[in-house]
């Protein structure tokens, strides 16, 4: 009898912590200025994830149209969530602190911008992996780029090759929403 009892409460406990699903939002990572974040603090709005890199081809038209996007659309419906890496072309050798300042002083940045990571391969980030394994797509070069909407969940991923300028009608629909249902509870 004892035994039936210790199951029950084991199923019990295991359908409790499937109930809390995974999701973006429920991750943790450590900012460029060495503090911990969660990421629960975005939900509720979208969120634009980039691995980004200050020596890429791609930096300056990238940075530009990101902030361009952080200004138009932030930061309370919206935010870019700027991750930097190294692991492509070793486009990204500064310091957290290094990175912060570059991109602070020359393209404006307004957005949040966390630790340097790796989002491939086996040391990979925990957000990272996340990102690949419920997208599909993995980055495979600097400025990939996942759309995650209000509940955390993927809608999108692209290559570098698609221009923030291109998926911005994406980005704009989805804030749209937001402020339509936030209107309708009002």
């Known amino acids: ?20 699903k995974k ?3 429920t991750f943790k990572v450590v900012n460029s200025r060495g503090k911990l974040v969660a990421l629960e603090k975005y939900r509720g709005s979208v969120s634009l994830v980039v691995n980004v890199a200050s020596e890429c081809g791609f930096t300056e038209e990238h940075y530009k149209d990101l902030q361009q996007l952080q200004r ?23 310091s957290d602190k290094e990175i912060d300042s570059f991109v602070r002083r020359i393209y404006g940045v307004s957005f949040p911008l966390f630790s340097k990571i790796a989002v491939v391969g086996t040391g990979a980030n925990n957000v990272y992996k996340y990102l690949a394994e419920t997208s599909g797509r993995e980055p495979d ?7 995650i909407d209000v509940n955390g969940e ?5 290559g570098p090759k698609v221009s923030v300028k ?14 339509l249902k936030r209107k309708e509870e009002l």
């Not at 035994?3 to 019990?12: D, E, R, S």
């Not at 138009?72 to 500064?94: I, M, R, S, T």
């Not at 993927?154 to 692209?158: I, P, Q, S, T």
């Not at 291109?166 to 929403?177: D, N, W, Y």
């Open 154 to 158: 993927v809608v999108d991923a692209w």
């Open 166 to 179: 291109e998926i911005r009608p994406k980005i704009s629909e989805l804030v749209r929403q937001i402020i």
């Open 72 to 94: 138009d659309f932030g930061p309370y419906h919206f935010n870019v969530l700027a991750f930097p890496c190294n692991q492509f072309g070793q486009q990204e050798p500064g």
């Open 1 to 20: 009898m004892m035994l039936v009892g210790v199951i029950t409460v084991l199923l019990t406990l295991l359908s409790l912590s499937e109930g809390k």
């Open 141 to 147: 070069w600097n400025f990939w780029k996942y759309l």
């Open 23 to 25: 999701d973006f939002y």
